[in-house]
């Protein structure tokens, strides 16, 4: 069976520190995953994907994710944060052996202050 | 030009009216989604289309009705509404195919999302 758990529920980061966001997964199967941020009152946006390629992965905005499978984990990182990156994120684990099975973690919603 | 656009953006409607969602993508995708998310962000499938075939229908009361007429709209029809109905639902493609064929790793674009509130 699939699931996804992101550690936490808020994180709060001062403006120009690193943020990190924590995920780990559970997969029966080699699994695809992603980030998606949502901003206030917006649809979700792809950050980053993970297809059993580089394990870093490279993202939009400067995130970045490691995917460590002996961990089962696929935390999202930053070096810094701009106040524009306070959103929720949302990490996703998908079924990739054609089938549709695509599980939402609850999501973190971060918070960054001036 | 959006890639996938949903109407209305917002919805207000009493307890008891049929309401409808719609949803058209100009991606070309082969899949459309229908998520609900509630107060508390979470995001729930509902229903997923491939080339207008029902493929994933998810515990939802009945009163829920998706169509999709061709393979760039899926539209959803609300009966009877409820006050737990109201949430955000987003509709959402993907670049998949049916068959067993695993592609472009089931990246979702989604829509704007529509607010729905059941006074």
């Known amino acids: 069976a699939q699931s996804v758990t992101q550690l936490d529920s808020h994180v709060s980061v001062s403006e120009g520190t690193p943020v990190l966001l924590r995920c780990n997964y559970s997969?029966?199967?080699?699994?695809?995953l992603f980030w998606y941020v949502q901003h206030p009152n917006k649809g979700l946006q792809l950050l980053l994907k993970y297809t059993s390629a580089a394990t870093l992965v490279k993202g939009i905005n400067g995130f970045e994710a490691e995917f460590k499978k002996s961990e089962t984990s696929f935390h999202l990182t930053k070096p810094s944060a701009h106040m524009s990156d306070a959103a929720e994120y949302f990490c996703?684990?998908?079924?990739?052996?054609?089938?549709?099975?695509?599980?939402f973690g609850a999501g973190t919603r971060l918070f960054v202050k001036a | 030009d959006t890639a996938v656009s949903q109407t209305p953006k917002y919805l207000v409607t009493q307890m008891g009216n049929d309401k409808s969602i719609k949803c058209e993508q100009n991606?070309?995708?082969?899949?459309m989604y229908w998520y609900k998310q509630d107060s508390k962000k979470f995001l729930k499938i509902m229903f997923s289309?491939?080339?207008?075939?029902?493929?994933i229908n998810e515990t939802v009361p009945n009163r829920f009705s998706p169509k999709s007429p061709d393979k760039a709209h899926l539209n959803l029809h609300i009966n009877s509404l409820e006050l737990g109905d109201s949430a955000v639902y987003f509709c959402a493609s993907s670049q998949d195919s049916l068959g067993g064929r695993f592609s472009g790793a089931n990246v979702l674009t989604f829509g704007a999302g529509s607010r729905l509130t059941v006074l």
């Open positions: 991606l070309g995708h082969d899949t």
């Open positions: 997969s029966s199967y080699s699994p695809s």
């Open positions: 996703v684990v998908s079924l990739g052996t054609g089938g549709f099975k695509t599980i």
């Open positions: 289309y491939n080339n207008k075939e029902l493929i």
